[in-house]
């Protein structure tokens, strides 16, 4: 995912993992966007769940599973 800087103005990309893990820590902390910051001037940059979907077609919620509990 190609992403220009709001800041610099300089391009740069988050590659597919990280935009998986974006996803993940999205869905889990229930956020909406997903700060990711530019290798260039070091600033935030807000992207959108809607747009990280949009990258990653194929990413679906992991679901945490559910430990028996120990006081059986």
Same mark, same amino acid.
């Given at each position: 995912?190609?992403?220009?800087?709001n800041h610099? +103005? %300089?391009?740069?990309?988050? %590659? %597919?993992?990280?935009?998986?893990?974006?996803? $993940?820590?999205?869905?889990?902390? +229930?956020?909406?966007?997903? +700060?990711?910051?530019?290798?260039?001037?070091?600033?935030?940059?807000?992207?959108?769940?809607?747009?990280?979907?949009?990258?990653?077609? $194929?990413?679906k919620p992991?679901? %945490?599973? !559910?430990?028996?509990?120990? !006081?059986?």
């Amino acid at each position: 995912m190609q992403i220009r800087c709001n800041h610099c +103005n %300089k391009p740069f990309a988050l %590659k %597919k993992e990280e935009i998986v893990a974006a996803l $993940d820590s999205l869905q889990e902390q +229930n956020l909406h966007h997903y +700060n990711a910051y530019c290798p260039h001037c070091r600033r935030a940059n807000r992207i959108s769940r809607a747009e990280l979907e949009h990258a990653a077609p $194929d990413w679906k919620p992991t679901k %945490k599973e !559910s430990h028996p509990s120990e !006081s059986e």
